[in-house]
C-alpha cells in the first residue's frame, strides 16, 4: 500500500523558516516525480512545488520562488520542503503527492503537515 | 499564476446529475489534455477521480465522467448519491513555467 506520511509542520514567526518532510512508502519512490499541494484554512488547493525523479528538476509557484526549495533523497525515500522567509499567507496544510510527468495526475497525497506563520 | 475558474457551489437531489465547470485558458486547461479532478470530503486528503479529461482511475464510481471543450473542463456526476457530498477541484498542466494549477473548488451539496 503506498504511503505518503509528512511531518515538520509548526508555529513559526513571520521571517523564520521550517524544513518539511515527506517518508514514503509502498512504491518504488525513485522512479517518480514528486509535489507538494497547500490548503489554507478553509480555502482551495495551491500547488507549491515539484521535483523530478532525480531531484535535478525542480518547479515552483510564483508564490513561493526565491523562497522554497523542493528535493528528495532516493536512499531515504523521502521529500523535502525547506521554506524560508515564511509569511502569514503561507499558514496552510501541506500535502505531499506522487505526480505523473506523463499525465499530470496528483495522485496519492498524504495527510498533510500544518504550518502556522504567526507572531 | 491565475486559478481555474470553479462556480463556488453546485447541488442536485439524489438520482440526478450535476455539472461542475472549470474554464481556463489556452495556456493551461485549452492547451492539453492534462485535466485532472479532485474530490475532497470534509478533513481528508483530496483524492483522485479523474485524469487526462476522460479517464478514472480504478475504483471510481463510472457515475463520475469527464470532458472539455476549448477552454472549459466538466465533471459531471450522475446518479447522484449522498456520499457525493464534498469539494471538487480541477486542475490541469500548465506549461514547464507555471507547471500545474488548480481551479478554486466547488462545494458540492446533495439536497
Known amino acids: 500500500e503506498v504511503q505518503l506520511l509528512e511531518s515538520g509542520g509548526d508555529l513559526v514567526q513571520p521571517g523564520g523558516s521550517l524544513r518539511l518532510s515527506c517518508a514514503a512508502s509502498?512504491?518504488?519512490?525513485?522512479?517518480?516525480?514528486m509535489s507538494w499541494v497547500r490548503q489554507a484554512p478553509g480555502k482551495g488547493l495551491e500547488w507549491v512545488s515539484a521535483v523530478t525523479v532525480g531531484g535535478d528538476i525542480t518547479y515552483y509557484a510564483d508564490s513561493v520562488k526565491g523562497r522554497f526549495t523542493v528535493s528528495r533523497d532516493n536512499s531515504k525515500n523521502t521529500l523535502y520542503l525547506q521554506m524560508n522567509s515564511l509569511r502569514a499567507e503561507d499558514t496552510a496544510l501541506y500535502f505531499c503527492?506522487?505526480?505523473?510527468?506523463?499525465?499530470?495526475?496528483?495522485?496519492?497525497w498524504g495527510q498533510g503537515t500544518l504550518v502556522t506563520v504567526s507572531s | 499564476q491565475s486559478a481555474l475558474t470553479q462556480p463556488p457551489s453546485a447541488s442536485g437531489s439524489p438520482g440526478q446529475s450535476v455539472t461542475i465547470s472549470c474554464t481556463g485558458t489556452s495556456s493551461d486547461v485549452g492547451g492539453y489534455y492534462y485535466v485532472s479532478w479532485y474530490q475532497q470530503l470534509p478533513g481528508k486528503a483530496p483524492q483522485l477521480i479523474i485524469y487526462e479529461v476522460t479517464k478514472r482511475p480504478s475504483g471510481v464510481p463510472d457515475r463520475f465522467s469527464g470532458s472539455k471543450s476549448g477552454n472549459t473542463a466538466s465533471l459531471t456526476v450522475s446518479g447522484l448519491q449522498a456520499e457525493d457530498e464534498a469539494d471538487y477541484y480541477c486542475s490541469s498542466y500548465a506549461g514547464s513555467n507555471n507547471f500545474v494549477v488548480f481551479g478554486g473548488g466547488t462545494k458540492l451539496t446533495v439536497l
Open positions: 509502498g512504491f518504488t519512490f525513485s522512479a517518480f516525480a
Open positions: 503527492a506522487k505526480i505523473s510527468t506523463k499525465s499530470y495526475k496528483i495522485d496519492p
